[in-house]
């Protein structure tokens, strides 16, 4: 059974930081790309981050580049996202997710999802 856990969400002010975390069993975690999505009330699932097999190639939204960082140790299996200079509207709920294709900013192409964080940014 494929199990996603995400954990390392909170309220923090505007400028912060958090770091994310997403431990994986289940599945050979190397042989997925992994990648961090958010849904904020009332809106969308959002793509955020992504990152290949083995680590070296990371994806970002445009809103975020600059500001986070995803990440991944293939011996703990786990993914995380660092995420600096946070602004109100990062405010959501944060997923990971685990995708056999690597780069997918599309929802629809991750087989697995963690249960969610909830990142809330006070101004």
């Known amino acids: 059974q494929v199990q996603l856990v995400d954990s390392g969400g909170g309220l923090v002010q505007a400028g912060g930081s958090l770091r994310l975390s997403c431990a994986a069993s289940g599945l050979t975690f190397s042989n997925y790309a992994m990648g961090w999505f958010r849904q904020a009330p009332g809106k969308e699932r959002e793509f955020v981050a992504a990152?290949?097999?083995?680590?070296?190639?990371?994806y970002y939204a445009n809103s975020v580049k600059g500001r986070f960082t995803i990440s991944r140790d293939n011996a703990k299996n786990t993914v995380y996202l660092q995420m600096n200079r946070l602004k109100p509207e990062d405010t959501a709920v944060y997923y990971c997710?685990?995708?056999?294709?690597?780069?997918?900013?599309?929802?629809?192409?991750?087989?697995?999802w963690g249960q969610g964080t909830q990142v809330t940014v006070s101004s």
């Open positions: 990152v290949n097999w083995g680590g070296g190639t990371t």
């Open positions: 997710a685990a995708s056999k294709w690597t780069g997918q900013s599309s929802s629809d192409e991750y087989e697995y």
